[in-house]
């Protein structure tokens, strides 16, 4: 890998991973579109790839750091219990239940979900169904969620959770079907996208548990310059991202997804098309 890849698929990563339009696919379809064959086939690729998703898991804390915190301080806080200090101990719960199914497929199925990173065209294929999802999550959607977090059960949670391992695929965004999944509880956009948003800090740590040791066994420490240099250009870019999309969601509570979906079936579909027909730029 060179330099120049890096820095690119760094900030599409930053750009992605809070967008509903799959950060994964795009960093299977990016190395297609741009002739990096080499880099999309080489062993280093994932551990890298998931070395930017720690960046921008630490973009998350950072952004989330005070309701973070307040979790933290709630489940030591026994003295005196209020409903505030209830509320976040149950959200950090669900945050808990949420994180259960994805961190257990994800083990279970490690090797079949890194053999479709080699493929562009199954990416973009998933890319086109993660736009219809959105589509159909704004058109079922009649109007503004009055559900808070803390009020959801701990069954839609689960469900939010199991709807998350679905992003396992490249092209399926983790953050557009967490938040349909909580649009379907009767969360709001702004509702569902601090959820996702919160929901993403544990199972990006947890990949990066799982896949940083093994870059640190096999010795080779330029992929983790690599990945340290990428991480934090990524996670800058992903801190300006959440704090757009926060903004946006609060502000748009009528067809939000629209614009991802239309950006996600379109760019499917040139992919799809290229990758049928072995085109490359």
């Not at 959200?91 to 490690?110: C, R, W």
């Not at 080699?118 to 999802?133: H, P, R, W």
């Amino acid at each position: 890998m060179h330099w120049s890849q890096i820095l690119i698929t760094s900030l599409v990563q930053g750009i992605t991973e809070l967008f509903p339009i799959s950060s994964v696919g795009h960093a299977v379809i990016l190395p297609y579109l741009a002739g990096w064959s080499d880099m999309l086939d080489s062993d280093q690729f994932l551990p890298f790839v998931v070395m930017l998703h720690l960046g921008t898991a630490l973009a998350l804390v950072i952004y989330f750091f005070r309701d973070w915190l307040d979790f933290i301080g709630a489940l030591f806080q026994t003295a005196h219990p209020n409903r505030s200090r209830a509320a976040r101990r149950r959200t950090l719960l669900l945050l808990v239940v949420a994180t259960i199914p994805a961190a257990i497929i994800g083990k279970l199925f490690e090797h079949k979900f890194r053999e479709l990173f080699s493929s562009s065209l199954s990416a973009a294929i998933f890319l086109m169904v993660n736009g219809v999802i959105l589509l159909i999550a704004d058109r079922l959607k009649r109007g503004p969620g009055h559900l808070r977090i803390a009020k959801m059960s701990y069954v839609q949670s689960f469900l939010i959770g199991c709807a998350q391992v679905l992003a396992l695929i490249p092209g399926i965004s983790r953050s557009g079907i967490t938040m349909t999944a909580g649009l379907g509880t009767g969360l709001s956009y702004e509702e569902s996208a601090r959820f996702s948003f919160l929901l993403a800090t544990p199972i990006i740590l947890g990949a990066g548990i799982l896949e940083v040791p093994k870059v640190l066994k096999t010795h080779e420490t330029h992929i983790l310059q690599y990945g340290v240099v990428g991480g934090i250009l990524a996670g800058i870019v992903a801190y300006v991202s959440t704090a757009f999309l926060m903004k946006y969601f609060k502000t748009h509570e009528v067809r939000a997804f629209r614009p991802f979906a239309y950006y996600c079936i379109g760019i499917g579909a040139i992919v799809a098309v290229m990758s049928i027909a072995h085109i490359h730029f």
